[in-house]
Every structure is written in C-alpha cells, then in structure tokens.
C-alpha cells in the first residue's frame, strides 16, 4: 500500500521510477497528522559532542609518543589536544584551552617537564588541573621532585596502558572546571 498522498509510479524511458504525487492528499496528511507533532532529537553538533567528552592536553616532544598517546586517549574516549613542549603548552593554556587533565613528559626543549610543571602550577586559573607526569626517568629523584612541584601521578616508560587510563578516569571524574582565563 502506498503512503497517504502518492497515487502510484512511472517508469521512465531510461529507466528511473517516479513517484506520482497527489498534492492536495499529501498536504492533508502533513497537517493532520499526529504523529509529526513528536520531534526527533536533534543530533549533537561537533562542539557539543566535545564538550562532553574530557580534554587531555599531551605535551610531549616526540611526535611517536604524542601520536600513540592521542590514539589510545581518544579510544578510551577523549579529546586531544597536543603540544611539543611545555614552552607551546602554556601558550596553549594561556590561550584559553581548558583540559580536564594534562600529560606531561619531562625532557623537552625550552621548558621541559619540571618547569612546566611549576608554571602550571602558579598560573591561578590553571593551577587545579591534574598533570600527570610520564617519563623514561625512572629514578626516586624524579618522582619525587614531581610529587613536590604538584604532579597528580607519575609513570615511567614504558607504561601499562590500563593503569594510566584509570589515572586519568580517576583524575577527570573528581575535578572541577575551571572557567577564568590565564
């Protein structure tokens, strides 16, 4: 049976079918039916999608380490923002972006990880942000010295990729968001 309006089909000589429509019966149905009084959800738009989902910024100077590190965050269902060195990754904050948490390295050309660190740490918009410090320094002296600058969690390479995602999951669901700009 065909739906309220259409009368039938035509063939066309190359071969397309047309539906064959009855204005008057359509316009009819459109305006009294009831069932188009309930609306669809509107899809989410790009911005919305994102602001759902929590930010991670990575700063890190190897484009290997960022690149893998943007999979497996996204995967795990974030968003991603990146920076080279901790140097970019002020200029990123003081431009306003707002990570619900941040992955630092701490070797890094211009301002590595340790100083980047305490400036995050001073800047008062930005200061309440969990860094999560991930690095081949291994040793007791660094982690510490990480610790003392304000450093949320601290992992050696390599790393279990299931222990540094609950970090993260655990660090983005208890933390407020911070809407003052640098």
């Known amino acids: 049976?065909?739906?309220?309006?259409?009368?039938?089909?035509?063939?066309?000589?190359?071969?397309?079918?047309?539906?064959?429509?009855?204005?008057?019966?359509?316009?009819?149905?459109?305006?009294?039916?009831?069932?188009?009084?309930?609306?669809?959800p509107q899809p989410l738009s790009i911005d919305q999608?994102?602001?759902?989902?929590?930010?991670?910024?990575?700063?890190?100077?190897?484009?290997?380490?960022?690149?893998?590190?943007?999979?497996t965050?996204?995967?795990?269902?974030?968003?991603?923002?990146?920076?080279?060195?901790?140097?970019?990754?002020?200029?990123?904050?003081?431009?306003?972006?707002?990570?619900s948490a941040i992955m630092s390295d701490v070797e890094m050309p211009r301002l590595d990880g340790f100083g980047f660190l305490a400036q995050v740490k001073s800047l008062a918009p930005c200061s309440e942000i969990p860094v999560?410090?991930?690095?081949?320094?291994?040793?007791d002296k660094h982690r510490q010295l990480a610790f003392s600058l304000g450093a949320a969690d601290y992992f050696s390479k390599p790393f279990k990729q299931n222990e540094l995602l609950a970090s993260l999951s655990q660090l983005t669901e208890t933390q407020t968001p911070v809407l003052a700009s640098v």
């Not at 999560?132 to 040793?139: A, D, H, W």
């Open 1 to 40: 049976k065909l739906p309220q309006g259409f009368s039938g089909c035509i063939v066309l000589g190359d071969g397309r079918v047309v539906p064959l429509v009855e204005i008057d019966q359509l316009m009819a149905w459109i305006l009294n039916d009831t069932q188009r009084q309930v609306q669809a």
């Open 49 to 71: 999608l994102a602001a759902e989902k929590p930010m991670i910024l990575i700063v890190d100077d190897s484009i290997n380490v960022r690149r893998f590190l943007a999979i």
């Open 73 to 99: 965050l996204e995967k795990a269902g974030y968003t991603v923002e990146q920076a080279r060195d901790g140097q970019e990754a002020i200029d990123k904050l003081r431009g306003g972006i707002r990570p």
């Open 132 to 139: 999560v410090m991930l690095t081949s320094r291994s040793g």
